[in-house]
Nanobody
Framework: QVQLMESGGGLVQAGGSLRLSCAAS????????MGWFRQAPGKEREFVTA????????TYADSVKGRFTISRDDVKNRVYLQMNSLKPEDTAVYSC??????????????????WGQGTQVTVSS
């Protein structure tokens, strides 16, 4: 089992940047694929990006491609989400998730086994 905790959210102006971090407990972190999802008020949870075992594969939602970058540090048991050129429509609670299928970069939240509590990102116009 793995426990996840996000940090790094906050308020930023449009065009700005934020870096989210997801810290994972457990010695088997490197064997999980990791993903980031977001949920805005009144909207369904939305896939953002995912990274597989050792970062072999990554997948991005079209809405963030070219602006967001996912990475992982298996020594520090962390996954990161670098968000650049932020837009007001990026405002949401961002959550990281772990998938026991190490090679997966699934876009479906049902495929993820463990979730963090989320961190709020607010982008002002």
């Amino acid at each position: 089992q793995v426990q996840l905790m996000e940090s790094g959210g906050g308020l930023v102006q449009a065009g700005g940047s934020l870096r989210l971090s997801c810290a994972a407990s457990g010695r088997t972190f490197s064997s999980y694929a990791m993903g980031w999802f977001r949920q805005a008020p009144g909207k369904e949870r939305e896939f953002v990006t995912a990274i597989s075992w050792r970062g072999v594969n990554t997948t991005y939602a079209d809405s963030v491609k070219g602006r967001f970058t996912i990475s992982r540090d298996d020594v520090k048991n962390r996954v990161y989400l670098q968000m650049n050129s932020l837009k007001p429509e990026d405002t949401a609670v961002y959550s990281c998730a772990a998938n026991v299928k190490a090679y997966s970069t699934s876009i479906y939240y049902q495929d993820y086994d463990y979730w963090g509590q989320g961190t709020q990102v607010t982008v002002s116009s």
